[in-house]
């Protein structure tokens, strides 16, 4: 009988001869299944771009129909169909034919309300091919997509801004909901969302709060897309647009200042620049929120907002996402008090804090 206790330096030694000649096996399960998961992402990105939803949202239909209404060619189609049936993502009946799984009917049938097919085109198009560099990106510290500023490369020409809006409004939506739902706005008369994109956060806050007021600050290209979607949600009269580069101007002042996905765009002395013309927006009593896909504080569990902070590497010149420690930290230092955090979605926060 072998009778090594367990190491105190952590590693565990075997405690009996069956387990040092017979050490238990793991099958590598767990690692081969994630070194696999970009198949999945891929078939669902493909289907997506290939509008197989919307192809399915009339009628069921055979694999020959789909195959002839989505244009692709017979070799592949039967396995790709039926590997979204393998994922959940269609219904295949008895008779062989093909219809939309329930999530897939809401999400992902253009057209309908509930679309997110532009932010999944988004990871598609740019996102997917955009990780195939992380391995370079972790060498060389630096940007993969061009380091002369995010934003200008990404709003190349008025349908690049158009398009980037409306992915913006995808994942801002249901932060606004939850936000118009959780901040007590009975005790603020104005808003002023800094970074405001479309002014997707305003609308649906306006209309939840009809005593509010206020406008969006973003760089002088998003007038258009904001204005015509300000008006098109018969907001004008008490949202207006305020053109400018937060990165050199002093931001409107507002009782309530918003900072939403902004911070984790730029490096730490920009963030701290940032969160201190906030500070100097603000009546006394005014508040400031940040929401974000916050990284938990011990940076063990949220592997969500981990990836999403990579993604900053790839994109940004100094970009990272940030835990709600690191951020009550960056506030007090710019004067703010009463900072408090609380979940908005399954993978967004808000932090407020009061001047
Ligand atoms: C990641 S988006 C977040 C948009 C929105 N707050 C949301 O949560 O969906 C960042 C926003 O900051 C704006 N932005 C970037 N650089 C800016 C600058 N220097 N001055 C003003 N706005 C800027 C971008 O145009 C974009 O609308």
């Known amino acids: 009988m072998v009778k090594w206790a367990d190491a105190t330096d952590g590693v565990r030694l075997p405690k009996t001869d069956e387990e040092m000649w ?18 999945e992402a891929k078939a669902l990105l493909s289907a997506v771009e290939l ?8 009628a069921p239909l055979d694999a020959g129909a789909l195959r002839a209404k989505i244009k692709i060619h017979k070799r592949g189609a039967r396995d790709f169909f039926d590997a979204l049936v393998a994922l959940g993502l269609l219904n295949r009946d008895r008779h ?3 219809s939309n799984a329930a999530d897939s009917e809401r999400y992902l049938v253009r057209g309908g309300a509930t679309y997110i097919g532009g932010l999944v085109n988004h990871f598609n198009t740019l996102g997917y091919p955009q990780w195939a560099l992380l391995t ?5 510290g630096e940007a993969q997509f061009g380091t002369d500023g995010l934003y200008r490369d990404i709003y190349g020409d008025p349908a690049a801004v158009e398009s980037f809006a409306q992915r913006m409004s995808g994942g801002t939506l249901p932060v606004a909901t939850a936000l118009a739902a959780k901040f007590p706005w009975a005790q603020f008369k104005t808003l002023m969302d800094i970074g405001c994109s ?3 956060l305003l609308v649906t806050i306006a209309h939840s709060h009809p005593h509010i007021a206020g406008g969006g600050f973003d760089l002088p290209l998003l007038e258009p ?13 008490r949202l207006v647009f305020h053109g400018g580069d937060f990165l050199v101007d002093r931001l409107p002042s507002a009782d309530v200042l918003v900072m939403g996905r902004v911070l984790h765009n730029w490096d730490l002395s920009t963030k701290h620049i940032l969160l201190k013309k906030a500070f100097a927006a603000l009546p006394s009593g005014g508040a400031l929120i940040v929401y974000e896909r916050l990284i938990d504080d011990e940076r063990r569990t949220n592997a969500v907002g981990l990836l999403a902070s990579l993604n900053m590497l790839l994109l940004t010149a100094g970009g990272f996402d940030y835990s709600a420690a690191d951020c009550f930290a960056w506030m007090r230092e ?10 908005l979605t ?3 926060s808000m932090i407020v804090g009061m001047k």
């Open 346 to 348: 399954v993978d967004q």
């Open 136 to 140: 370079r990106a972790l060498q060389t």
């Open 51 to 58: 509008d197989v939803f919307t192809a399915l949202a009339e």
């Open 22 to 39: 017979n050490p238990p096996q793991t099958a590598p399960d767990r690692i081969l299944r994630m070194c696999n998961a970009f198949k």
């Open 96 to 98: 062989g034919l093909y």
């Open 198 to 200: 479309q002014g997707c």
């Open 334 to 343: 710019a004067g703010f008090r009463d900072i408090r955090t609380e979940p």
């Open 225 to 237: 897309v904001f204005s015509r979607f300000v008006r098109e949600s018969g907001l004008s009269d």
